[in-house]
């Protein structure tokens, strides 16, 4: 159980156009999901809180226009780097936050979306 | 400074045990966490703690949690080549569920 799943897994894309990453979680419903950008050996930064039904909560100095969250349903969360540029490319990876089953309020993560901007 | 803290590296032999350290700052913390990362992949859950507990024991895996000293440790034993990982604490700032990671501790396991 609690499995999260991103998609895709890679992409790679031209400057200025619009990419679309995806994050399910496939087993439980998750009514607040989180985005993390990683840099290469380095922690993750938190990006965003994605709330189902709600505005997304950007973290300080994330630019909410360039990073678009959309979480339309308890199982979908999407982020959308817009008009991408090559500083843009990193490795971005979601939690799903399932405070239901088990007895920990516990965060599952996706797989990661490796992202590359030309 | 940060809010957590982990050394960056540590090597050990395979079938040596490995302990991985934390600190953390934020005493109100309820839970925290050990996450695995492999190379190219997301963050796989480990195991959790309580903050009310001092230890949980999970097969190969023993977390111990000193409060006072804001000190969480991860202990792994008969560590195997496929333990080589970057391992992950976080805490749980009772923040909606965010999560405070640590600059993770990337793990070397020799043959």
Same mark, same amino acid.
């Given at each position: @159980? ?19 990453? #995806?994050?399910?979680?496939? %087993? ?24 189902? @039904?709600?505005?997304?909560?950007y973290e300080?100095?994330? #630019?909410? %226009? ?15 780097v ?5 500083? %843009? ?10 405070i ?6 516990t965060?599952?993560? @996706?797989? @990661? ?6 | ?54 230890m ?28 080589s ?27």
């Open positions: @159980g609690a499995v999260v799943s991103q998609h895709p897994s890679r992409v790679i894309c031209k400057s200025g156009t619009s990419v679309k990453i #995806e994050c399910r979680s496939l %087993d439980f419903q998750a009514t607040t999901m989180f985005w993390y950008r990683q840099f290469p050996k380095k922690s993750l930064m938190l990006m965003a809180t994605s709330n189902e @039904g709600s505005k997304a909560t300080q100095g994330v #630019e909410k %226009d360039k990073f678009l969250i959309n979480h339309a349903s308890l199982t979908l969360s999407t982020l959308t817009t008009s991408a540029h090559p500083e %843009d490319s990193s490795f971005y990876i979601c939690s799903a936050r399932d239901w089953t088990g007895s920990a309020d965060q599952y993560f @996706g797989p @990661g979306t490796r992202l590359t901007v030309l | 400074g940060e809010d957590v803290e982990q050394s960056l590296f540590l090597s050990v032999r395979e079938g040596d045990s490995s302990v991985i350290n934390c600190t953390y700052t934020d005493s109100s913390s309820t839970y925290l966490y050990w996450y695995k990362q492999e190379p190219g992949a997301g963050l796989q859950l480990l195991t959790y703690i309580f903050s009310n507990m001092d949980k024991q999970d097969q190969r895996l023993t977390v111990l949690l000193n409060k006072k000293d804001k000190h969480l440790s991860l202990r792994i034993a008969d560590t195997q080549t496929g333990d990982a970057i391992y992950f604490c976080a805490e749980n700032k009772n923040q909606g569920g965010k999560l405070i990671f640590g600059q993770g501790t990337e793990l070397s396991v020799k043959p």
